[in-house]
Nanobody, 120 residues
Framework: QVQLVESGGGLVQPGGSLRLSCAAS????????MGWYRQAPGKQRELVAT???????NIVSSVKGRFTISRDNAKNTVYLQMNSLQPEDTAVYYC??????????????WGQGTQVTVSS
């Protein structure tokens, strides 16, 4: 079995920063693309950023220049560094990892979600 555990969310004032982490553990053979999504109250889940296994990143325009995605393949962990946070960034953030387990089964895994609240 494979599990994803997120950490790093919380309450921050406008202009502040947070760093989210998402670590995968269990019967992992190889990790593929990773990403972060978010869902604000009353809205659909939306893509925030992705990173391929080779490190190529894609950041959506609404957060480009403020958010950075990175990964540590040795730790099966993906990070989201969020700077200059604004109230409209308030949402539950979910990580996603595409993983081959040791039975060579490929699946799309999701973290449990972590709340990010930007408010003064």
């Amino acid at each position: 079995q494979v599990q994803l555990v997120e950490s790093g969310g919380g309450l921050v004032q406008p202009g502040g920063s947070l760093r989210l982490s998402c670590a995968a553990s269990g019967s992992i053979f190889r990790t593929g693309d990773m990403g972060w999504y978010r869902q604000a109250p009353g809205k659909q889940r939306e893509l925030v950023a992705t990173i391929t296994s080779s490190g190529t990143t894609n950041i959506v325009s609404s957060v480009k220049g403020r958010f950075t995605i990175s990964r540590d393949n040795a730790k099966n962990t993906v990070y989201l560094q969020m700077n200059s946070l604004q109230p409209e960034d308030t949402a539950v953030y979910y990580c996603n990892q595409r993983i081959w387990d040791r039975n060579m089964q490929f699946r799309n895994y999701w973290g449990q979600g972590t709340q990010v609240t930007v408010s003064s």
